[in-house]
């Protein structure tokens, strides 16, 4: 194995610790994409079975099972609460030349994970491009350094 498989196998476990025992997050494991997907799917279809199997509080009934996404985004809003960017951030600086400069750089250009997988996907598996996109889509922000290990971080092998 390379220097840099230890290395972002390395990042990885670091990250799943700090998310896990640090920040008090439960790290679902997969497989890869489809079983990622599924357990998406079940998750919804856990959090539906929930919300239809309460009562409404208000005195008006409605037919709607969870919140509308305003409301839902009012309660998030709560400044002790941490969003799915600020898990992110978090997760970014674990990376090697990942500052809190970096990883707002990424966030404000990709503020999940996943909407960066999906940046790369586009780019049709050439790593190259792959691992200098964040360089070149920051203007030199982000180095290729860190632009490569983030690359690592979500794709790695």
């Known amino acids: 194995m390379k220097t840099s498989d230890w290395e972002s196998i390395e990042t990885y476990w670091q990250g799943c610790f700090t998310t896990e025992i640090l920040e008090g997050f439960d790290v679902q494991r997969t497989s890869g994409l489809a079983d990622t997907l599924r357990k998406y799917g079940y998750l919804t279809q856990s959090i ?9 509080e208000d005195e008006v009934r409605s037919p ?12 998030c809003q709560d400044s002790d609460k941490m969003t799915v960017s ?8 674990q990376v090697p030349q990942v500052t809190e400069d970096v990883a707002i750089a990424v966030l404000d250009l990709y503020p999940t994970l996943l909407s960066l997988a999906r940046a790369y996907i586009l780019l ?8 200098e996109m964040l360089k ?12 490569r290990n983030i690359f690592q971080l979500v794709w790695g092998s």
Request: with cysteine; charged share 20%.
């Open 64 to 75: 709607k099972v969870c919140p509308p996404f305003t409301d839902f985004i009012k309660r």
């Open 86 to 93: 600020d898990v992110f951030a978090t997760q970014l600086m």
């Open 48 to 56: 539906v079975q929930y919300y239809t199997s309460l009562e409404p």
């Open 124 to 131: 049709d598996g050439d790593v190259g491009a792959q691992e």
């Open 136 to 147: 070149k889509q920051s203007n030199n922000v982000i180095s290729g350094a860190a632009s």
